[in-house]
């Protein structure tokens, strides 16, 4: 019989090579091929056998939404979209050690109050997950655990009885399918696994959470070949040696992907943080320069950070630049456009950016508190006192409005600021706030806020 022939699969991504190679072409990751049988058949074509006739239906017709179901812990619920959804998959990622399994096991204690939950864990043992739970304070709760890994053995458990309103699988890469050659963690087990607890979830109605590891080395599945078959992508990220830990949205067939949720790890588990500014701005040291506040939104919900900016003398070479918490492009896109437009000239320095608390920021509205908290560091200058900034910056220098200019301020002045370097309003109507509200148009004005001569061209403060 002819050996079927080799396939060489991406760990990282799920692309499939008939040759091994160091590098795959597809997503870059190194060394992520791995080879693995069965899979696939080729393709045969339809064959003669004769279809079953599929009936066509309108769009609207009757059939009752499913209620969500709502857990109670209220940074879960809002990045879910409002809870979870009866029949769906939600995959929960990030890295080994960043609290998920701290934060399902809270997850399914909530939700055992209303309906019977079930917590299969393949990474630890029963007595494992037990300890954690007092840890948690937790044990009391209703839930079904079970330590395993066959597929095979837990959808027939699953299958039986009185179905589940939550089912939690610890983790997605370690179930496997006998029915495959590769090892558990492999793209096959990986897809195959989920495909099969996916299938059994919509069949039996419940919503199943799996939790899946992020990995770098390329060596175990990651969940990203997951996020295509399932409805719910959330990551769990925190910086380590920070206690906040922060669950987004990536994906969500049933709400908004732009929402976050804020946790703080303590020696009981994971706290919710309803007021995340007051968390990320706890540790801000009153007027230095280089900082700047930034009045964000992430998704519904303003979230105000500091923005802290170093700018160094380079040494000769390529100066460094570092970005934790923003993005690199940006960064340098606007320290081009001060270059250029407002006559700001940082680029031969070394550069160090960062957003405090370990948040990560995607807004472009952060553009203006960025530049603030520039020249700002190289000035030596610190932003006029209870400040905070939000604006985007076009590549010509303008300041560009962006949404939700009340909401901001509101946070803003709820926490004790008083100012607010922001883009013109340019007709539109001001918000109603005790806020005194600056309008910046250009980068060149944000830079006349400050004195930009070198600090030993400065007249010296008088004396008498
Ligand atoms: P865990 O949920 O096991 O992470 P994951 O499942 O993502 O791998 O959490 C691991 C870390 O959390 C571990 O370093 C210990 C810490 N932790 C606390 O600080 N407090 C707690 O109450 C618990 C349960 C864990
Ligand atoms: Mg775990």
Redesign the pocket.
């Known amino acids: 019989m002819a050996r079927p022939a080799a396939r060489f699969v991406c760990q990282q991504c799920g692309a499939v090579h008939p040759k091994w190679a160091g590098r795959c072409e597809d997503c870059g990751a190194w060394n992520s091929l791995v080879e693995e049988s069965g899979g696939e058949a080729p393709p045969k074509g339809l064959g003669p056998g004769k279809g079953r006739r599929i009936e066509l239906v309108g769009l609207s017709g009757p059939g009752e939404e499913a209620p969500r179901r709502v857990v109670g812990i209220g940074e879960f619920d809002r990045v879910a979209g409002g809870g979870l959804v009866p029949g769906s998959a939600l995959l929960v990622g990030?890295?080994?050690?960043?609290?998920?399994?701290?934060?399902l096991l809270q997850v399914a204690a909530r939700l055992a109050a209303t309906g019977p939950v079930i917590y299969i864990s393949g990474e630890e043992a029963v007595e494992q997950v037990r300890m954690?739970a007092r840890?948690?304070d937790v044990a009391a709760a209703p839930v079904a655990l079970a330590a395993a890994t066959s597929v095979r053995d837990i959808v027939a458990s699953l299958d039986q009885g009185e179905a589940p309103a939550m089912v939690v699988i610890?983790s997605i890469q370690t179930m496997y399918l006998d029915t495959l050659d590769s090892a558990p963690g492999t793209v096959a087990q990986v897809r195959s696994s989920a495909q099969e607890l996916i299938r059994l979830a919509k069949r039996r109605g419940f919503a199943l959470v799996l939790?899946g590891h992020v990995t770098k080395e390329g060596t175990i599945a990651g969940p990203r070949v997951l996020e295509h078959m399932v409805d719910t992508v959330l990551y769990?990220e925190g910086e380590r040696g920070h206690q906040f830990r922060i669950l987004r949205a990536v994906k969500n067939r049933f709400g908004p992907t732009d929402e976050i949720g804020v946790f703080e790890?303590?020696?009981?588990?994971l706290a919710e943080v309803t007021n995340p500014s007051a968390l990320f701005l706890a540790d801000r040291q009153g007027d230095v320069s280089g900082a700047a506040v930034f009045a964000g939104m992430e998704g519904t919900r303003p979230v105000l950070v500091e923005i802290q900016a170093l700018v160094a003398p380079s040494a000769p070479g390529t100066p460094r630049r570092a970005v934790v918490g923003w993005d690199g492009g940006r960064l340098s896109m606007i320290l081009a456009v001060l270059e250029a437009r407002a006559g700001v000239a940082l680029g031969a320095n070394d550069i160090y950016l960062n957003v405090a608390g370990g948040l990560r920021i995607q807004e472009p509205a952060a553009d203006l508190a960025v530049a603030a908290a520039l020249i700002s560091a190289s000035t030596g200058e610190a932003l006029p006192a209870a400040t905070v900034v939000f604006g985007e910056i076009g590549l010509s220098g303008e300041v560009r409005a962006v949404s939700q200019t009340e909401q901001r301020l509101k946070e803003a002045s709820k926490l004790g600021f008083e100012r607010a370097l922001m883009p013109p309003l340019r007709g539109r109507r001001p918000a109603r706030t005790e806020l005194s509200q600056t309008e910046i148009g250009t980068a060149a004005d944000l830079v006349a806020l400050f004195d930009t001569r070198p600090a030993s061209r400065r007249s010296p403060p008088d004396r008498q």
């Open positions: 990030g890295d080994p050690g960043i609290g998920k399994s701290t934060l954690r840890r948690l610890d939790v769990f790890m303590t020696d009981r588990g």
